[in-house]
């Protein structure tokens, strides 16, 4: 399998260059250069399997070249491995129609796990084979940190620098970060927003000389080898409930575009997705852009659903790429003139091609926690704001009531107590296994959202190790 570049110039690669690169050399992400997609009998056949053989079946034609069956097994024993309950990502039924996935019985509670603690055994058996040392950047609203760190901390060949916004993330989200004292783990709070964290970690990327100096690489959702893992969950879900006999729709708490593209990618695969719901907060730039065309950038408002208090949806170029016909230099230009203008107008035709599968919801504070009180008074389940956020929106679809609606739960009702405390009046308690988390030792540095300020961290921290 070959990947290509979403701005047509840089290099074709393979899966393991793809991986340990993250980000294109020409700005772009990459994605295959062909959908792979799987017979109606191939996807039959998925029904029944475990967790780890689904995994193995749908990623296997991605890392062809890379990975061989066997190799690709034992990673995902490892990474899965690690998850609290058997089944990894349960599914639980909340009314006749309405289904949540959760994704969150991870190391560190929240739907990242799934696809961080794979690529951090990528990394490590990719690392292995060669004589390079990684220098891994990447921004967090809260979530991909904590995962990332996790999955990378105190592996060989490898630094990590998590940039999140100082006060912006909720206290038991930074606690899991800045309490992993392995010393390849550095934590940077930024003085700013998220999207001043994100701008910076692309213009690291952009500054060829610092990138191939410390041979920087992204965990962020821009990272191919994360979206290929949470494409696993789709088919997993869907084999359930009775694909490809009956179609599935999925409601996605969004914010990078990462985990719902990760649904468009089953859906090319072959599998029968009746809709992808795209479910954002007050945060609506993809709401805006699917409805209207409106790709423009807004000021970030912060809510109780912070992992979506995102302007900027990193992987919307992954669909604006095939939405263009796949002609890299066409979306350059456009993107070039998004980066310029800080906004994008969609134009008619290419919103109804996207329509055909994607609607999206914006929802707000109240509907929120409307929802938060309806999954707990009405089908006893306690769930986190960013999940409630994807309820409300399967619960507002007008889609044919046939069709079950699975919402994907991204976080442990724990990491938001507070807003789940002020919704329902239950106080939901963080599972033992990361208990401990307020006496911990914290460690981390603050520094002012400037790139000379970043840069000379990472070359200060790279020096010292030396
Ligand atoms: C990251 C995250 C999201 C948004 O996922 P994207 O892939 O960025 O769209 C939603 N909910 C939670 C809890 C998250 O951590």
């Known amino acids: 399998m070959q990947y290509i570049s979403t701005r047509g110039s840089a290099p074709r690669l393979g899966f393991e260059d793809v991986t340990l690169a993250g980000l294109?050399?020409?700005?772009?992400?990459?994605?295959?250069?062909s959908w792979p997609s799987f017979s109606t009998a191939e996807i039959a056949a998925m029904r029944g399997l475990s967790y780890v053989d689904t995994a193995v079946a749908v990623m296997k034609p991605f890392v062809a070249g890379a990975l061989d069956e066997a190799e690709l097994k034992k990673l995902c024993e490892a990474a899965y491995g690690r998850f609290s309950h058997a089944a990894v990502v349960p599914l639980k039924q909340l009314d006749h129609r309405q289904w949540l996935m959760e994704l969150f019985h991870g190391p560190t509670l929240a739907f990242k796990d799934v696809a961080l603690q794979l690529l951090g055994l990528l990394f490590e058996r990719f690392l292995a084979r060669r004589d390079?040392?990684?220098?891994?950047?990447?921004?967090?609203?809260?979530d991909t940190g904590s995962a990332a760190i996790d999955a990378l901390a105190g592996r060989a060949k490898v630094d990590i620098f998590m940039l999140h916004p100082k006060g912006r993330v909720s206290e038991v989200q930074r606690r899991q970060m800045t309490t992993v004292l392995a010393p390849n783990v550095h934590n940077i709070a930024i003085e700013g927003s998220f999207d001043d964290a994100q701008a910076l970690v692309k213009a690291m990327f952009a500054d060829a000389d610092f990138a191939s100096r410390f041979n920087l690489s992204a965990v962020n959702s821009i990272n191919w080898a994360r979206l290929m893992a949470q494409v696993v969950y789709y088919f997993y879900a869907g084999a359930q409930l009775g694909a490809p006999d009956r179609p599935v729709a999925f409601s996605v708490p969004t914010g990078n575009f990462g985990d719902v593209f990760a649904g468009y990618v089953a859906a090319k695969m072959g599998l029968p997705i009746a809709k992808l719901i795209v479910a954002t907060n007050v945060n609506d730039i993809l709401h805006r852009?699917?409805?209207?065309?409106?790709?423009?950038?807004?000021?970030?408002?912060p809510t109780a659903a912070p992992s979506m208090d995102i302007q900027v949806s990193s992987n919307f170029e992954r669909l604006l790429f095939d939405l263009h016909g796949r002609d890299g230099p066409a979306l350059s230009a456009s993107m070039k003139g998004f980066e310029a203008s800080r906004r994008l107008d969609i134009p008619q035709a290419m919103r109804a091609e996207a329509a055909a599968l994607f609607s999206s919801t914006r929802v707000d504070a109240d509907r929120m926690q409307l929802a938060m009180r309806w999954a707990h008074d009405k089908a006893h389940e306690v769930i986190d704001p960013h999940s409630a956020i994807g309820l409300a929106a399967a619960q507002d679809s007008d889609l044919d009531p046939s069709v079950p609606i699975v919402t994907l739960a991204t976080a442990?009702?724990?990491?938001?107590?507070?807003?789940?405390?002020?919704?329902?009046?239950?106080?939901?308690?963080?599972?033992a296994r990361i208990g401990g988390l307020f006496e911990r030792q914290e460690r981390y540095a603050v520094l002012p959202a400037e790139i000379g300020a970043i840069e000379g961290f990472v070359a200060d921290t790279a020096a010292a190790a030396v």
């Open 24 to 33: 294109a050399s020409d700005g772009g992400l990459y994605v295959p250069e």
């Open 132 to 142: 390079t040392h990684l220098t891994v950047i990447g921004a967090t609203s809260g």
């Open 289 to 301: 852009a699917l409805s209207a065309g409106d790709y423009s950038v807004g000021t970030v408002t």
């Open 412 to 431: 442990h009702p724990a990491k938001f107590g507070d807003a789940v405390e002020r919704a329902t009046g239950i106080r939901p308690t963080l599972p």
